[in-house]
C-alpha cells in the first residue's frame, strides 16, 4: 500500500518559480511509480492531466507536452521524496495539482492507472 502527502503550492506571478513536495509511505521495498497529475479550474476528476511521472527503480521518466522543459521532478528514494520544480509558470499552469504513487513499472501519464492519490495543493499563477 501506498500513501502520497503533498505540500507547496501557492500563488506566483508569471515567469515565476514554484516547488512541490511529496512524501511517500509504502510498507514494502519494491519500487514503483511516482509522479505528478494536475486538475485545471472547472475541470472535472476524469480530466486531470499528467504532468509528470517517473519509476524510482529508474529508467522511465515522462513529462506532459505542456510543461516539458519548464518542470523537472526529481526523487529521493532514500527518503521516498518526490519533488516538482516548476519554472517560467504561466497563467495556464494554474491548477490543483496532487501527487500520485502506484505499483508498477510502467509509470504512464495515464489517471486510470494511479489509485493512490493525495489531498492536492493549489497553484495559482497570476498574469
Known amino acids: 500500500r501506498l500513501q502520497v502527502v503533498e505540500s507547496g503550492g501557492g500563488t506566483v506571478q508569471a515567469g515565476g518559480s514554484l516547488r512541490l513536495s511529496c512524501v511517500v509511505s509504502k510498507s514494502s521495498p519494491e519500487d514503483y511509480c511516482v509522479g505528478w497529475f494536475r486538475q485545471l479550474p472547472g475541470k472535472e476528476r476524469k480530466e486531470r492531466e499528467g504532468v509528470a511521472t517517473i519509476y524510482t527503480g529508474g529508467g522511465v521518466l515522462y513529462y506532459g507536452a505542456s510543461v516539458k522543459g519548464r518542470f523537472t521532478i526529481s526523487q529521493d528514494n532514500g527518503k521516498n521524496t518526490l519533488a516538482l520544480q516548476m519554472n517560467s509558470l504561466k497563467p495556464e499552469d494554474t491548477a490543483t495539482y496532487y501527487c500520485?504513487?502506484?505499483?508498477?513499472?510502467?509509470?504512464?501519464?495515464?489517471?486510470?492507472?494511479?489509485?493512490?492519490w493525495g489531498q492536492g495543493t493549489q497553484v495559482t499563477v497570476s498574469a
Open positions: 500520485v504513487a502506484e505499483v508498477g513499472t510502467s509509470c504512464p501519464l495515464i489517471r486510470e492507472y494511479y489509485n493512490n
